[in-house]
């Protein structure tokens, strides 16, 4: 524009001149504008043609930043996956993991309880020798020389089980094995005649997981209960827990889900249980300690 201006008043110059002015002396001048018009008409073509070469430039530019930009998204796609996939392995390890943890606390069980049961025997050994050098009769044996019959603890003399320890290894490899409606019959079996033994709360903590893992969710919930409260401080109540807020959440119970994942990870903070429960709520997308609360209705 400020050009265009410039060459205005040039030409209105020139004009001038030419009224004013002798015939020789407007030639003279006419050709000085003339001069000077080519030369604002070179510098317009030559800002013209620099200007076309910035807009080149900048367009050139703005496709190197929309190719860059969309290397940086297809980038963060593959990270996003990636991440999933770590996830989802991570979340897979932690399973495997926790079932392996939960075969080591089923072996220490049961050496614990086979330990007891010789720290039992050796007792009575000692108590019967005891009583032998006493001359008590209290020991006499029983006739044809077998020891008198004793009942199964929690069951009735008349009722015959198996040994304790082999009822329930019976019952564990059936569940290992897929076997869940056997196996769900010797543990239900293990709890009638053996409900008051250290695995007592492991037998009812399987009896829940076999409901669970056949989809009976809501008879699930109401036996990891009973681990949780039969069997408090058992080696289960984590894992009981743990299972029973997943239950709940396959039921559509959220926040009571929740609930139950953030009273795990508040009670047994260092535990393998804990871990999972926080890698389900970050899936969740509610951070731990977080408990969502339904909208309060209008009475």
Do not use: C, W
């Not at 201006?5 to 002396?25: D, K, Q, T």
């Not at 199964?152 to 059936?174: E, K, S």
């Not at 009973?226 to 039921?251: D, I, M, N, R």
């Not at 119970?253 to 709520?281: C, H, K, M, T, W």
Request: hydrophobic share 40%; aromatic share 6%; no cysteine.
């Amino acid at each position: 524009m400020r050009l265009r201006n410039n060459l205005v008043r040039l030409a209105v110059v020139a004009i001038v001149f030419a009224a004013g002015v002798p015939a020789f002396a407007v030639s003279k001048e006419m050709v000085q504008l003339q001069t000077q018009v080519q030369a604002l008409q070179d510098q317009v073509a030559r800002m013209q043609q620099a200007n076309d070469m910035n807009m080149g430039v900048m367009k050139n530019l703005i496709e190197q930043s929309a190719d860059s930009i969309n290397k940086m998204n297809t980038t963060v796609n593959d990270l996003q996956n990636k991440m999933q996939g770590l996830t989802a392995d991570n979340s897979g390890k932690l399973d495997q993991l926790s079932g392996q943890i939960q075969s080591l606390h089923d072996s220490v069980d049961e050496l614990k309880s086979r330990l007891a049961k010789v720290s039992k025997q050796l007792d009575d050994m000692q108590g019967g020798g005891q009583n032998l050098a006493a001359g008590q009769p209290g020991m006499t044996p029983a006739p044809g020389g077998a020891p008198p019959a004793t009942a199964a603890p929690g069951g009735n003399a008349g009722n015959a089980a198996p040994p304790a320890d082999v009822l329930y290894n019976n019952a564990l490899r059936d569940y290992n094995s897929g076997k869940y409606d056997l196996s769900s019959q010797e543990f239900a079996q293990y709890l009638q005649f053996y409900a008051s033994t250290d695995l007592a709360g492991n037998a009812q903590f399987y009896l829940a997981d076999i409901e669970y893992r056949q989809g009976n969710f809501e008879a699930a919930v109401k036996d990891y209960d009973k681990v949780l409260e039969q069997y408090p401080g058992g080696s289960k109540a984590a894992a009981a827990q743990l299972k029973k807020g997943y239950a709940l959440l396959e039921l559509g119970q959220r926040d009571a889900g929740v609930r139950e994942l953030n009273s795990l990870i508040s009670r047994y903070p260092r535990s393998i249980e804990a871990s999972q429960a926080r890698d389900r709520l970050r899936r969740l997308a509610v951070a731990s300690g977080t408990v969502h609360k339904p909208a309060a209705t209008n009475q």
